[in-house]
């Protein structure tokens, strides 16, 4: 019986690994996109509110942003140029 439940647990396991498309890698999912998407987006507004943000005139700002900006372009060029386009939709 004890064998029965491990043979299970390993199973279900596996069954939730998933390889990277861009890598290769594999990877164990415990929570979807769709729910790490909203933990993420709701731990981030968490984070705006007590921290204190640099105002947008600040120069600093400025480079967060174009580095961001730049990022973003890389990604969307990288993904879309590598076929894998239909992942963009998981990012905002």
Known sequence: ???GLIALAV?????QCAAV???GRKQL???????LQTMS?????DVKSTAK???D???????????????????NRYLTNNGYKD??????
């Open 53 to 55: 943000l640099l105002p």
């Open 57 to 75: 005139s600040d120069p600093r700002t400025a480079l967060v942003k174009k580095v961001g900006a730049n990022i973003s372009s890389a990604v």
């Open 1 to 3: 019986m004890k064998k």
């Open 29 to 35: 999912k415990m929570v979807n996109v769709k729910q």
């Open 11 to 15: 199973l279900a396991l596996f069954a």
């Open 87 to 92: 992942r963009l939709s998981e990012f905002e």
């Open 41 to 45: 987006f709701t731990q981030y507004s």
């Open 21 to 23: 498309p861009i890598t």
